[in-house]
């Protein structure tokens, strides 16, 4: 029993392993690419703060994709992860630059056909145009700190010596920050799907209790944190110089910027914040980090009025990675459960 | 990673470096100033403050690159910096060996030049002290940087101007007759100017990085 909740669990802790080796390099990319931390100190605080995210605050996320699908049986959750993780891994060998939660919610929809399950048109819209959101959210973010950084450093006149320093605290305070939406916001992408079949109990260690499913994601950030110190190096070598070339503080500005953007859309305190205001909350739904570092360097493109060193053949080939990915992954979700179902008679 | 106390430190560390500098240039001044006056010993005493004076500057400018590349600062600025403090370094060791020469080979200078050579020697000792300023304005983060680097521009072209006119008269004049030392006054003078022409070539390199840090 143990073992066969394991194997069914794999897949997902390939997704979650495949999501620690590409998008640690959007927190900690540009900083270790330029040699400005050490990978093994990135890793580090990249792996503590993603656990911690994805344990603390990575139930709102999962919630909504729950909603989008109930994937009751722990073989059907293992195929439609398998689905969204091989999704990822082809995109990543063509080089095409692919989100992990456009994978998952194309893999979940797949199911719901397969099913015969409606799928909630409402939940769709809200993740939809959460995809979209979040780039321009980060854009204007990285627009507005970035006016607002340069302008400050003006005044201010610091050392040349002391700001350096302060960009390498910052970019680690940061890099932890970012760390933490990450694995708040995109565990739902690695372990929403098994929640339903959870095959863990609640743990206590000490004076603290995870429940099951923190238990579960506890596992899923594992998997990520694996991700961060075997394959994420090469990653962050080369990120960070495709799209734009950027200085150390517009690296701050971008990773601060699409940090936040993950964080809102992941706070259930600020969820909850709106609500008692009587504003419109926030939805809590697993977005791209990879799409959120886009929108910030292109925001940190305009502010510099640097948008003629962009490099627009990288950006449409990253459109074509966000429209393609759900319905790669759809189809495939759909074809590998009618094979598990009807072949090997895995649910 | 170092701590705040410790680049403090360093800063205090780079300031003194072209502290060293400055200083080395007011002994070139008042060196050269000795020696058109023909008071040798007072010349020797001046060469051996600004040799000291270029030993503590190496000293200090191989403390503060290897504190910069074991511990700290972002490679970038960390190469403008070093590369900063190398080529600065050609400025004192520049002064110190036009001293030495002039020690050596005594060449015999007429005393109706002493103007042009007071002129010569005091636009350097000012090339060199708005290069200090300039290079103050960019660790400190301040925008002046190129205001003291036109400054350094200015007395580079006050020097070129006395150079020329040294020259002419070194081969127009009736003062020398003989070619050989004809020959080694211009080398002399030419030397002296470089001075000048080093601290310039360094203030291209600090415009630059100036403007690296501006955009």
Not at chain 1, 261 to 267: G, N, P
């Amino acid at each position: 029993m143990v073992w066969e909740a394991w194997f069914f669990l794999s897949s997902g802790l390939f997704l979650g392993w495949s999501l620690g080796a590409n998008d640690a390099a959007n927190v900690f990319g540009t900083a270790v690419g330029a040699k400005m931390i050490r990978f093994q100190t990135a890793a580090l605080i990249c792996s503590v703060f993603l656990i911690l995210g994805a344990v603390i605050a990575g139930a709102g996320g999962a919630h909504t994709l729950g909603k989008l699908g109930s994937i009751t049986k722990m073989g059907a959750a293992f195929t439609v992860a398998f689905s969204a993780a091989f999704t990822v891994f082809m995109m990543t060998k063509l080089s095409l630059p692919v989100s992990t939660s456009q994978a998952i919610v194309g893999g979940i929809i797949g199911w719901n056909f397969f099913a015969k399950l409606p799928t909630d048109l409402g939940v769709v819209t809200k993740i939809v145009s959460t995809w979209v959101a979040c780039p321009l959210l980060s854009l204007m973010f990285s627009y507005v700190f970035y006016k607002i950084i340069t302008r400050m450093l003006h005044i201010m006149e610091i050392p040349l010596l002391r700001l350096d320093y302060y960009t390498r605290v910052a970019l680690i305070l940061i890099g932890a920050f970012g760390s933490y939406s990450l694995g708040a916001n995109n565990i739902g992408n690695v372990m929403g799907v098994f929640i339903e079949s959870n095959p863990f109990n609640s743990l206590s260690v000490s004076f603290i209790t995870f429940s099951s499913t923190q238990v579960l994601f506890l596992i899923g950030g594992i998997a990520i944190a694996v991700g961060v110190y075997t394959y994420s190096k090469r990653v962050m070598m080369t990120v960070g110089k495709s799209i734009l070339p950027l200085t150390p503080v517009g690296a701050l500005v971008v990773v601060f910027s699409s940090a936040l953007v993950l964080f809102m859309f992941s706070s259930r305190g600020l969820h909850n914040l709106m609500l008692a205001n009587g504003l419109p909350p926030i939805p809590l739904v697993p977005v791209s980090s990879s799409q959120a570092i886009v929108g910030g360097v292109i925001g940190v493109g305009i502010a510099k009025k640097a948008l003629r060193n962009m490099n627009w053949s990288v950006l449409i080939n990253i459109m074509i990675g966000w429209v393609l990915t759900p319905f790669i992954a759809a189809i495939l979700a759909f074809l590998l459960l009618f094979i598990m179902k009807n072949v090997f008679k895995a649910f | 990673m170092l701590l705040l106390s410790q680049i403090k430190s360093i800063e205090a560390e780079v300031d003194n470096y072209f502290q060293l500098i400055t200083e080395a240039a007011l002994h070139f001044q008042e060196g050269l100033a000795e020696y058109m006056s023909s008071r040798s010993e007072l010349f020797s005493a001046r060469l051996q403050k600004v040799s000291e004076l270029e030993g503590k500057a190496d000293d200090l400018r191989r403390s503060i690159r290897y504190k910069l590349y074991t511990d700290m600062l972002i490679p970038d600025a960390r190469g403008d910096v070093l590369g900063l403090l190398e080529t600065s370094d050609n400025i004192i060791d520049q002064m110190k060996e036009v001293m030495i020469d002039l020690d050596i080979e005594r060449p015999d200078f007429p005393v109706e030049w002493s103007d042009d050579f007071g002129k010569l020697a005091h636009s350097t000792q000012k090339a060199v002290e708005s290069f200090k300023m300039a290079v103050n304005s960019f660790f400190q983060g301040r925008p002046s940087t190129n205001d003291h680097i036109n400054k350094v521009y200015f007395y580079e072209e006050e020097v070129d101007q006395v150079e020329r006119r040294l020259k002419q008269e070194i081969y127009q004049g009736k003062l020398i007759k003989d070619l050989a030392r004809k020959n080694q006054l211009k080398i002399f003078v030419e030397r002296i100017a470089d001075v000048t022409d080093i601290t310039e070539d360094v203030c291209e390199r600090l415009s630059v990085y100036s403007i690296k840090r501006s955009v």
